[in-house]
Nanobody, 123 residues
Framework: QVQLVESGGGVVAPGGSLRLSCVVS????????MGWFRQVPEKEREFVAA????????YYADAVKGRFTLSRDNGKNTVYLQMNSLKPEDTAVYFC????????????????WGQGTQVTVSS
């Protein structure tokens, strides 16, 4: 069973930065597509960014392109989401997810989920 544990959320002023981490256990890290999603109350979970298997390719939602960056440490089985130039509209609960597919853009393509971490962008 794959387990995902996120950390790194918090409160930050507009224009600030945060780095989210997601530690993966229970399965070989290299053959999982990894994604980040976010959700605000009464809205569907929204795609943010994704790695394909082994991190060969990365994908970003238009809303975060140029501001957010994915990275990974295979030795630590950890995926990171560096978030810069944060805006109030980035406020959400951020979820790490893993898929047995190569990658995915929709929440229903992912098989495993973390518990989520709150990111609040406010002055």
């Amino acid at each position: 069973q794959v387990q995902l544990v996120e950390s790194g959320g918090g409160v930050v002023a507009p224009g600030g930065s945060l780095r989210l981490s997601c530690v993966v256990s229970g399965r070989t890290f290299a053959d999982l597509g990894m994604g980040w999603f976010r959700q605000v109350p009464e809205k569907e979970r929204e795609f943010v960014a994704a790695f394909s298997w082994s991190g060969r390719s990365t994908y970003y939602a238009d809303a975060v392109k140029g501001r957010f960056t994915l990275s990974r440490d295979n030795g630590k089985n950890t995926v990171y989401l560096q978030m810069n130039s944060l805006k109030p509209e980035d406020t959400a609960v951020y979820f790490c997810a893993a898929t047995r597919e190569l990658y995915g853009f929709s929440a229903n393509e992912y098989d495993f989920w973390g518990q989520g971490t709150q990111v609040t962008v406010s002055s």
